[in-house]
């Protein structure tokens, strides 16, 4: 007698095979003929064939490329630009620093990062004073607030920000507001409706609804902008969060955030005018979101963004650049170190040619798979002789890094793949003694707070470790 059952569930289990088999190799083709980095294309070859079903998953939601070409059209943009375009011509040549002179016409030739002068900086390295700064200048606005934030969370921080955002409202202000989708995923909707219903403009950054889910959830917007009467501006690492202030259990939230205030605040309000346009596609070009503004410090200064849709990676670019033109240090503190190929070399190669390179990672991280994957890149620099510290007073997300008495950078953006080739980011680069001079005591003050590693330690870790590292390091393109 025929056993249909068995052979209809043998007929279909072989169906099964061959379509899923189709769909992982028909995928690994794909992944080949997107011409994406190489090591990039390796990982997810290597995560397709090894964990076939989670890889195929994870894939579909996370690898796909859906880059466009352009945000906003040129026309369009050159409208946009035209006002902070005449701010600059307008100054007085300013005296760019001799060494930094390639970075700056590098940030302007492709970012259209304009470099001003008589800028103030004012620096917050903890949670508390950031946001205590924040609420005071927005409680100054006279005209318009726009916020831009990765994480807007709904609890006491939260709500604090959104009623000073209401309030400014009720008195005629114009408020605008931007949070990332998955940043604030978990964040109820009755949190933004309520800023709608009192009249704030509210907008998701890169809505993420099935099935449209796959194509958007993995390019993100990691800013953190906030523009006060276009002549006041924050950029920084820290969030609208209880846990920015208070940390965690097992330690504190160490933070760096900036307060700039001077015509540089023009790089912060074209860039949230251009995620506007992005977002709610309106284009804002009106001059009073531009106004004249007068020098107030000494700080030259550029505002640079990147994202994952044009044909350059600029801040990555920006920063390879300058740890190469380094000549005496280059510190960096980052939460994630997962470097490409190209900024781990210019860390080696820097290291190598007798520059005082140091790296600060947090000795405990929020993130064990990340952690686990920026471990794994420790015996490369280690071995070219770059210092490396983990901070043991709390969680590490500081963004900071300082370089030769004149150089610094503070905004968004982590030192790993994500953040360099796939997050929208901001950071301020400054070109000025006094500045430098800060975020370095600022970083020498942390170190204080660090255990230093040495290689022949490290080499003596348990092959557990090493083994876990070199696994997870195989998917770091892919954090």
Not at 135 to 146: D, G, P, Q, R, S
């Amino acid at each position: 007698m025929i056993d249909w059952n068995y052979i209809l569930t043998h007929i279909a289990k072989i169906a099964f095979d061959i379509i899923y088999f189709g769909a992982v190799i028909g995928t690994v083709v794909v992944v080949v003929l997107d011409n994406r980095n190489p090591v990039k294309t390796i990982a997810w070859i290597l995560v397709l064939i090894f964990l076939p079903f989670v890889g195929l998953i994870f894939y579909f939601f996370f690898g796909r490329s859906q880059r466009r070409e352009r945000i906003i059209n040129k026309k369009s943009f050159d409208r946009l630009m035209k006002k902070p375009m005449a701010e600059y011509l307008a100054q007085i040549r300013p005296q760019v620093p001799v060494a930094y002179n390639r970075l700056i016409q590098f940030f302007q030739s492709t970012n259209q990062a304009f470099l001003f002068e008589g800028n103030k900086v004012d620096v917050y390295t903890d949670g508390y004073s950031k946001l205590q700064a924040l609420i005071c200048e927005l409680y100054k606005a006279k005209k318009h607030i726009h916020l831009e934030y990765y994480i807007f969370e709904d609890d006491a921080v939260g709500r604090l920000v959104r009623d000073v955002l209401i309030d400014k409202v009720k008195e005629g202000i114009e408020v605008r507001v931007i949070y990332d989708d998955v940043g604030c995923w978990h964040v109820p909707n009755a949190f933004f409706d309520g800023m709608r219903n009192a009249g704030i403009e509210v907008r998701g950054f890169l809505k993420v609804r099935f099935p449209l889910f796959t194509s958007r959830v993995n390019y993100r917007n990691h800013r953190k902008i906030v523009v006060i009467d276009g002549c006041v501006g924050f950029v920084g690492g820290m969030n609208l969060a209880v846990r920015y202030l208070k940390g965690f259990s097992w330690g504190i939230w160490r933070d760096t955030h900036i307060c700039l205030s001077g015509r540089a605040v023009h790089g912060l309000q074209t860039a949230f005018l251009l995620d506007w346009y992005f977002v709610d596609r309106t284009l804002i070009t009106s001059s009073k979101y531009f106004p004249k503004i007068d020098s107030i410090g000494e700080t030259l200064a550029q505002v640079v963004t990147s994202e994952p849709i044009g044909p350059w990676k600029e801040i990555m670019q920006g920063l390879i650049m300058a740890i190469t033109d380094s000549k005496r240090y280059f510190y960096i503190q980052t939460p994630y170190f997962l470097p490409t190929e190209q900024a781990l070399l210019a860390l080696q190669t820097a290291a190598l040619a007798g520059v005082d390179v140091r790296l600060m990672l947090p000795m405990r991280a929020d993130n064990r798979l990340t952690h686990w994957a920026s471990c794994s890149y420790l015996d490369d620099i280690l071995q070219a002789g770059v210092k490396v510290y983990f901070y043991r007073k709390g969680f590490l997300h500081s963004k900071l890094m300082v370089s030769d008495d004149l150089f610094s950078t503070v905004g968004s953006t982590n030192f790993d793949f994500r953040s360099f080739e796939q997050n929208f980011e901001v950071n301020s680069f400054m070109y000025n003694q006094d500045t430098a001079l800060k975020m370095k005591e600022i970083f020498l003050a942390d170190q204080r707070e660090c255990v230093q590693l040495y290689l022949k330690n490290w080499e003596k870790r348990p092959w557990s470790d090493k083994a876990l590292e070199s696994v997870v390091k195989l998917m770091a393109p892919l954090l």
